[in-house]
């Protein structure tokens, strides 16, 4: 079962509101990321989670907040943003081994749009 | 850092006819090329990757190259169907180190008419 489950699909929040996205995989990885996607453009790596640590921040603003509260699960709490911040935002997860390439399997997604 | 370069950016085939897209890398020691597929409105969906170690790779359709030397792969997809219509993104990465750090190329949008 390669699943990779985002809620909500769709979000709309205005600057001074204060959200969360979830994510959720039953594949026993133990990588989780979030990403960031605007149209027509490749998705962005934000952060990533390795056995529940924090490993990478790609010097995200400080109003998006990301939490691991377990192996399966990956949150991003959102802040006082911004009508730029509107976006795709996809989870996604991989095996963490020092293999030859790890596949990074994505979730639906969840459509943000900042009002 | 790693830079990955696509092209096309936008390509049209008719139905039945191959495509090939194709993407450069600046890190030597990137060792993984995955494919992404993007359908309208949905997830990115891997099609098929390869590792440094491997020349070539087929499933089906789909083929991809790899040339380590000149720091280039490349997606072929034979005998295109509408439901290929897609954005696909070419992506490299070191896994030995940063894992999932994927740098995506910017994408090629690939429109197969009947």
């Known amino acids: 079962d390669t699943e990779v489950t985002q809620t909500p699909k769709h979000l709309v929040m205005g600057m001074t509101n204060k959200k969360s996205l979830k994510c959720e995989q039953h594949m026993g990885h133990r990588a989780m990321y979030w990403y960031k996607q605007k149209a027509k453009k490749p998705p962005e790596l934000m952060f990533v989670?390795?056995?529940?640590?924090?490993?990478i921040n790609e010097s995200v603003p400080s109003r998006f907040s990301p939490e691991c509260p377990n192996s399966s699960l990956l949150n991003l709490h959102l802040h006082a943003l911004q009508p730029e911040d509107s976006a795709l935002y996809l989870c996604a997860s991989s095996q963490v081994v020092r293999q030859r390439g790890n596949t990074i399997y994505f979730g639906e997604g969840s459509w943000l749009t900042v009002v | 850092g790693e830079n990955v370069e696509q092209h096309p950016s936008t390509l049209s085939v008719q139905e039945g006819d191959s495509a090939v897209i194709k993407c450069t890398y600046s890190?030597?020691?990137?060792?993984?090329f995955p494919w992404y597929k993007q359908e309208l409105g949905k997830r990115p969906q891997l099609i098929i990757d390869?590792?440094?170690?491997?020349g070539e790779k087929k499933d089906q359709r789909i083929a991809v190259t790899l040339n380590k030397t000149a720091k280039h792969f490349s997606l072929h997809i034979t005998e295109t169907q509408p439901e290929d219509s897609a954005v696909y993104f070419c992506a490299a990465t070191r896994v030995t180190d940063s894992w999932g750090k994927l740098q995506f190329g910017a994408g090629t949008q690939v429109v197969v008419t009947p």
């Open positions: 890190d030597s020691a990137s060792n993984y």
């Open positions: 390869i590792r440094s170690n491997v």
């Open positions: 989670y390795s056995y529940e640590k924090l490993s």
